[in-house]
């Protein structure tokens, strides 16, 4: 079961919408552990941390990491999700909450350069999505014709486009670092964090009584795994058919100096062409040209994963650099990155409580989508462990995808 390259960009709703569960509330001064210091479970320790209850963060390979989903260099933000208002309005709520981080450690980790949505005839569909929501909700946008948008990027062969959106509030979000200035915080904020590998333990009358860290046992009154991609190992009786865990590649590529100051300037883009999306972010940290070409690999296993770049993968996103970006046919590859989506089948986010144990919390399914959400995600965890809110279903496994392994 692979979800499809759309619903990265527009999830679909998940049966449950509009409703909700309700859950089991933690006092505060509770002992929680979370498990996965990806940008998930690190929003999550902090602002739990910051409820009050008494934080216990658990990577197995540190904040951030290489291995893990939020360790890329960059990630794209973006409000527009075709017409998933949902989302949308997560997006924009998120951004306040990554400025707080930012002005609280004096770190910049946002980049609202904007985003150039390039689509051909095919995209009318999601460019009308797009259009009305952001009408709706005014939310800045240049709508260009072809010919308007080869003046003003010079840089991008127009062939084959129709419909060009630039996003004005779009950009990107500088990842890894991020997930280390949250970490950081939370450890400033009060919060414990210890390298380990978390191991869930047993159940008994409705609750996990222990879990193991590094097979040594430890106890705590609640539980949140927000393992992304390992959540299907660590869970494998619920999320064996409902998690699809893909390789997914990036490359970067050295821009000639002639025209690295051109290049530098462009804006990140979306490039959807014949249904299929490439995206880039031009310039940061001088790190050479972003690009990927976002279609599913195949199912992988994170910690195992050979992470070389496929010779396939690499010719495909050359063939597109030498069509779209023509300056750029024949730029060396300078550093590729191997990472991987943990995919839900409609694109939408896990969180959820276990079904055998309810002070356990399950918090992934980010779909090649999630980083920029992550404070919103650990504002959901927070409220619904405090009590403030209930669980929405729209987060939720479906009952049909479970115990079937
Ligand atoms: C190539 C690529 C491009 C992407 N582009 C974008 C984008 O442009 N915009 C966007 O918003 N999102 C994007 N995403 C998606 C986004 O990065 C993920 O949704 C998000 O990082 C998921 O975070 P997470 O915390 O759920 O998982 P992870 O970041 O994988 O974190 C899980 C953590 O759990 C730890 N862990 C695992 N098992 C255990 C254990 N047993 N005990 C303790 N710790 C454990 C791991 O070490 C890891 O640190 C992209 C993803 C990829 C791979």
């Known amino acids: 079961m692979v979800n499809s390259d759309l619903s990265t960009f527009s999830p679909s709703e998940r049966a449950g919408h509009g409703q909700t569960k309700t859950f089991e509330s933690l006092p505060a001064g509770s002992k929680i552990v979370v498990a996965g210091a990806g940008v998930f479970g690190g929003w999550t320790a902090l602002l739990l941390q910051r409820k009050g209850f008494n934080v216990t963060l658990f990577d197995c390979w540190g904040p ?96 084959g486009l129709d419909n060009l959106v630039f996003e004005k509030q779009a950009g990107y979000l500088e990842a890894r670092k991020a997930c280390g200035v949250i970490n950081s915080l939370f450890i400033k904020e009060g919060g414990t964090y210890r390298q380990g590998q978390v191991k869930p333990g047993s159940v008994r009358n409705g609750s996990m009584t222990d879990i193991y860290v590094n097979d040594r046992k430890l ?48 804006p990140p883009w979306i490039n959807r062409e014949s249904g299929e999306f490439f995206y880039g972010i031009p310039g940061n940290d001088y790190r050479g040209f972003k690009i990927a070409y976002d279609k599913r690999g195949k199912e992988i296993d994170p910690t195992t994963m050979d992470r070389r770049a496929d010779q396939k993968n690499v010719e495909t996103v050359q063939r597109f650099l030498a069509k779209r970006f023509p300056k750029l046919a024949g730029a060396p590859l300078v550093e590729s990155r191997i990472c991987q989506y943990a995919n839900t089948p409609d694109g939408n986010f896990i969180f959820d409580v276990h079904p055998d144990a309810g002070n356990v919390l399950l918090l992934g399914g980010g779909s090649g989508h999630g980083f920029k959400h992550g404070p919103v995600v650990g504002e959901m965890v927070a409220g619904v462990l405090s009590g403030n809110r209930p669980l929405d279903l729209v987060f939720a496994i479906p009952s049909d995808f479970t115990r079937g392994v």
């Open 64 to 159: 951030g990491n290489s291995l893990s989903s939020s360790g890329g260099e960059t990630r794209l933000i973006r409000a527009m999700y075709g017409d998933n208002r949902r989302y949308f309005e997560m997006s924009l709520h998120a951004w306040d909450s990554w400025r707080e981080i930012e002005k609280a450690t004096g770190t910049r980790l946002m980049h609202h350069t904007g985003i150039l949505w390039m689509f051909d005839t095919k995209g009318v569909d999601m460019v009308d999505q797009m259009i009305t929501v952001m009408e709706e909700r005014n939310h800045p946008f240049e709508l260009l014709t072809a010919g308007k948008a080869r003046l003003k990027y010079p840089a991008i062969n127009m062939e």
């Open 219 to 266: 106890s705590a009154d609640g539980y949140v795994f927000a393992c992304g991609p390992w959540l299907k190992q660590l869970f494998p009786e619920l999320f064996t058919h409902f998690i699809s865990v893909t390789r997914q590649e990036v490359h970067y590529f050295g821009v000639s100096p002639s025209y690295v100051a051109q290049f530098e300037q462009l």
